[in-house]
């Protein structure tokens, strides 16, 4: 099964237009985006964008654990990024893990932040706790310690939440309402 997956991939990229050395993009994306590894939400088809413009990290739950934030950093503070969109959708697995309890074992470094937010919103329904999530993970970019933090605490990095709608293949823009919000978010 998986063999026959793998010659999919590469017979797709054979046949794939594949820029020569000399026309590669450069790396100056316009935007940084930590979305979920869902394979339904590519953030480069679901912003329309071409090669080379986004600096996109992507973790089931859009969640900003160790790794997503070095990458963040790394785009704000070598790449100049000043833009950072937090990208969730509706129907998420790590979300629904989250609000089934799952919040141990495997699952725990990516889903811990979403449990808490389920926690303290139990009669929350799935979808909207994936918005609190992107907006809890909003705060927690802020909050960093790194130049993710620095900067968009300084107003040089710009923040946005938005959820995919997997149904529609709208896009709902998300906001922080920290009433809403556990208040053990921590910084990072």
Do not use: K
Not at 161 to 179: F, K, M, N, Q, Y
Request: aromatic letters at 2%; charged letters at 20%; a negative charge.
């Amino acid at each position: 099964m998986s063999d026959r997956a793998w010659h999919r991939l590469v017979e797709a990229h054979a046949r794939a237009e594949v820029p020569e050395a000399a026309a590669v993009p450069a790396h100056r994306p316009l935007a940084a985006i930590l979305a979920c590894s869902d394979a339904r939400v590519p953030p480069s088809v679901v912003f329309d964008q071409p090669a080379g413009s986004l600096f996109v990290v992507r973790i089931a739950g859009n969640t900003a654990g160790d790794a997503a934030l070095a990458s963040l950093d790394y785009a704000v503070d070598q790449l100049g990024v000043d833009l950072i969109v937090v990208l969730g959708h509706t129907a998420c697995g790590a979300v629904h893990a989250a609000a089934s309890g799952e919040c141990s074992g495997d699952l725990a470094p990516i889903v811990e932040p979403i449990c808490r937010i389920a926690r303290t919103r139990p009669d929350a329904d799935v979808d909207e706790i994936v918005r609190l999530n992107v907006a809890g993970t909003i705060e927690a970019l802020e909050l960093h310690v790194g130049p993710v933090g620095v900067a968009a605490r300084s107003g040089r990095l710009d923040l946005r939440g938005a959820v995919h709608d997997l149904r529609s293949g709208r896009l709902e823009t998300v906001t922080i309402d920290p009433t809403h919000l556990p208040s053990s978010m921590e910084a990072s």
